[in-house]
């Protein structure tokens, strides 16, 4: 039995377990102590691990497909969250209702955007892009009208709970539902003539545009397609933490989070994304002490294991970036081995 | 029409710090063709050696400058050769990767040592200034224009004149020709980088000069010093020069109008630069290449 099938039996009765466990379980288990299930923190992280899923997956369509290094995609979650956050809070909409609203308003906006800034090529669009996702959330912040902030201003915007039970349950569900989403949406692009499309842009955009294809509307596309994916993650977040303000829906660390999580896995693949994210997520939880199983780091005292963790996460940055530059799904894929010789040949590939 | 004077002179002595970030920033991208993220957690360590010198033994502040050149050569030499040299020929999105990576190192390990405080330099001419009529001229952004105008002379001797200079602009025009005439592109490239690292450390010694510091503080000089590079135009220090005074102008502009005009700083200076990117890509300066 090859080591691929392998991984992939492992990774589909886990992905079983963390799906399936809790619906049947979670009430006993909690009270009997079960690993994973006993902690409702768990839940929390599991759903924040789907939701960089989908981030990580909605960038690649963009930035692994179409070969364009978007850096300010978290302007897109920000969007999908005030968008169903103001629609619940101000117009009382239920969330369900305002939920599809994220992802058109995200397109949108990405559209309207994209048609000037996909003019631009290489670290132009790169650092337009990021210029774009910070001033986003400085404009969100500080709007008013009529005197009043329009968005909540500084002090954010408070979501009424919704009433459900298990609410987190209910949301880990439904964000795993989006990352699913997420997922079926790469593989359809992949296999279609859009893809095709995209990747032929990637590899060589005067090429392609010989041979046919509409370039604009193609990059236009696959940004709108990205920023609708993270439009929705941002849509359920907001009610999810029914608190939003421009921390936590314009964080800067997340435009370079979900590119190493897209990066870590393999960018251009249905799951290397997802896997990346899974990886890079629990590492930074685990580095970060929050994980119910975590444990003490050697010589680093709780109160600056915050600070040692980015550190460690900025050193892993420049690892995975030098010696694993095609991304960790070559490995469970079964298409090379990890060896000394990978890491040399990888080095030596893009070395001076 | 004094105010307006006034914010004229302000807007360009404001410009003189992000002539100091733009230039190292420009001539690393122009050359190497990395966008450096590190290059905030540069500025901010040149800081913290100004401070640190003020503090402990009560230098000059502006006599430590050439000290954060020095010293920020050095880690920039280091840095280049070492772990930015192994991903010279990747794509850019791993340079982008890197130096993100190695701004987090940076940063985190300043928090480490220094801790998250403000830490501010206060001489006994701050807050004193030049008074002509109603218009005032404070000693300290005044000495800090002139003190990055001659970064940018400086730099701009050492690229044009001196052999290692000549090298680098061979290297930029044509990698591989500048290979073959026996240039050591390692080398080179180190030093490129740490001529880079050392104007960042300079424009650090100036910014501990005009505001408190902290280990994240230079974060925000890494975007600035992008738009003012793309406002000048890439690959001439004189086009930064114009860029980073232009910067300067904008932002003191956009502050003074009335209303929430301040906040929305950062959002006038990247919308002026999608500006520029979209209907002039080579900058108020540059030419097309």
């Known amino acids: 039995m090859s080591w691929r099938r392998v991984f992939m039996i492992l990774g589909l009765v886990v992905a079983a377990y963390a799906l399936l466990a809790p619906l049947t379980s979670l009430d006993p288990a909690q009270s009997a102590g079960v690993p994973l299930l006993a902690d409702r923190l768990w839940f929390r992280i599991a759903t924040f691990i789907a939701m960089f899923i989908v981030m990580a997956t909605a960038w690649n369509i963009i930035g692994g497909i179409t070969g364009y290094a978007a850096f300010g995609n978290v302007a897109f979650f920000g969007i999908g969250a005030y968008t169903t956050g103001m629609l619940i809070a101000k117009a009382k909409w239920p969330f369900l209702a305002a939920l599809p609203f994220a992802p058109v308003v995200a397109a949108l906006f990405a559209a309207l955007v994209g048609l000037p800034l996909l003019r631009l090529r290489g670290h132009y669009f790169a650092v337009a892009s990021l210029g774009v996702g910070v001033a986003v959330g400085e404009l969100v912040q500080n709007i008013d009208y009529n005197g009043q902030p329009l968005f909540g201003g500084a002090s954010g915007l408070f979501l009424p709970i919704y009433a459900v039970d298990n609410r987190g349950l209910f949301f880990f569900y439904v964000m795993v539902a989006a990352a699913a989403l997420a997922i079926a949406v790469t593989w359809w692009v992949l296999r279609s003539r859009f893809g095709y499309g995209l990747i032929a842009i990637r590899e060589n955009e005067e090429a392609a545009s010989v041979l046919g294809v509409n370039t604009t509307a193609y990059k236009v596309a696959a940004f709108a397609l990205a920023a609708a994916l993270t439009g929705l993650a941002g849509g359920i977040f907001s009610q999810w933490n029914v608190f939003i303000n421009q921390d936590n829906a314009f964080p800067i660390e997340y435009n370079v989070q979900m590119i190493l999580m897209a990066l870590l896995g393999g960018t251009g693949t249905v799951f290397g994304p997802a896997a990346g994210a899974v990886l890079l997520q629990l590492l930074i939880q685990f580095l970060g002490g929050s994980l119910p199983m975590s444990m003490n780091l050697p010589f680093v005292s709780d109160a600056a294991r915050p600070i040692v963790a980015q550190v460690i996460l900025g050193v892993l940055l420049v690892m995975v970036v030098i010696f694993v530059p095609r991304g960790v799904i070559d490995f469970f894929g079964g298409r090379t081995r990890l060896s000394l010789a990978y890491l040399r040949r990888s080095l030596r590939e893009t070395s001076l | ?289």
């Open chain 2, 1 to 289: 029409m004094a105010d307006f004077v006034q914010l004229v002179i302000l807007g360009l002595l404001a410009g003189g710090v992000y002539v100091a970030v733009g230039v190292g920033f420009g001539l690393v991208w122009g050359v190497l063709n990395i966008v450096n993220l590190a290059h905030g957690a540069l500025v901010i360590v040149g800081g913290y050696i100004t401070w640190q010198l003020f503090s402990a033994l009560h230098l000059d502040p502006f006599l430590t400058l050439p000290i954060d050149a020095v010293a920020l050569f050095v880690l920039g030499y280091a840095l280049q050769r070492g772990v930015i040299n192994r991903i010279i020929r990747a794509p850019l999105l791993f340079t982008f990767l890197l130096t993100f990576g190695v701004n987090l190192v940076i940063v985190n390990i300043l928090l480490m040592v220094f801790g998250s405080d403000f830490r501010s330099v206060t001489t006994s001419y701050s807050g004193q200034g030049l008074e002509l009529g109603s218009i005032v001229i404070p000693y300290i952004r005044l000495a800090s224009l002139a003190a990055a105008i001659l970064l940018a002379v400086g730099l701009a001797f050492v690229l044009n004149r001196t052999r290692i200079g000549l090298a680098i602009q061979a290297i930029s025009s044509d990698r591989d020709a500048a290979q073959l005439v026996g240039i050591d592109l390692r080398h080179a490239y180190a030093v490129t980088y740490g001529l880079g690292a050392a104007c960042a450390g300079v424009a650090g010694g100036l910014i501990a000069l005009i505001q408190a510091i902290t280990p994240t503080a230079g974060e925000p000089y890494t975007l600035q010093a992008f738009v003012v590079v793309i406002l000048g135009g890439l690959g001439r220090v004189s086009a930064t020069v114009v860029g980073g005074l232009a910067f300067g102008l904008v932002e003191v502009f956009a502050q003074s109008i009335p209303g929430s005009g301040s906040v929305f700083a950062n959002a006038i200076a990247f919308g002026l630069m999608v500006l520029v990117l979209v209907t002039r890509p080579q900058g108020l300066m540059g030419r097309l290449r």
